[in-house]
């Protein structure tokens, strides 16, 4: 059984990048047979899908926030990353990483919480 653990730090001030990072355990990210994103859900508000990586490394990002996203991974240690720059208060969200399966995310970390604030 697939297991997703976010970690990172929970207060990051304006203009500073964020970063957080998906540990996971129970499926190798390198299995062709799926996709991995970081999805967020600010207060209030609906999901909002961040970005993608693929089993072979290639990345697909969300137009609106294509600008300040990177996803990268590490195989090593089967974990990926976000790196979210130039944040403002409006990035105060849940963060989520998932396992995408046909273009639907079919499992979730339990999600993190990052609050932009001075």
């Known amino acids: 059984q697939v297991q997703l653990q976010e970690s990172g730090p929970g207060l990051v001030k304006p203009s500073q990048t964020l970063s957080l990072t998906c540990t996971v355990s129970?499926?190798?990210?390198?299995?062709?047979?799926?996709?991995w994103s970081w999805i967020r859900q600010p207060p209030g508000k609906g999901l909002e899908w961040m970005g993608v990586?693929?089993?072979?490394?290639?990345?697909y990002y969300s137009p609106s926030l294509k600008s300040r996203t990177s996803i990268s991974r590490d195989t090593s240690k089967n974990m990926f990353s976000l790196q979210l720059s130039s944040v403002t208060p409006e990035d105060t969200a849940v963060y989520y990483c998932?396992?995408?399966?046909?273009?639907?995310?079919?499992?979730w970390g339990q999600g993190t919480q990052v609050t932009v604030s001075s």
């Open positions: 990586i693929h089993y072979d490394g290639s990345t």
């Open positions: 998932a396992r995408i399966s046909w273009r639907v995310p079919r499992d």
């Open positions: 129970g499926e190798s990210i390198t299995n062709n047979d799926y996709a």
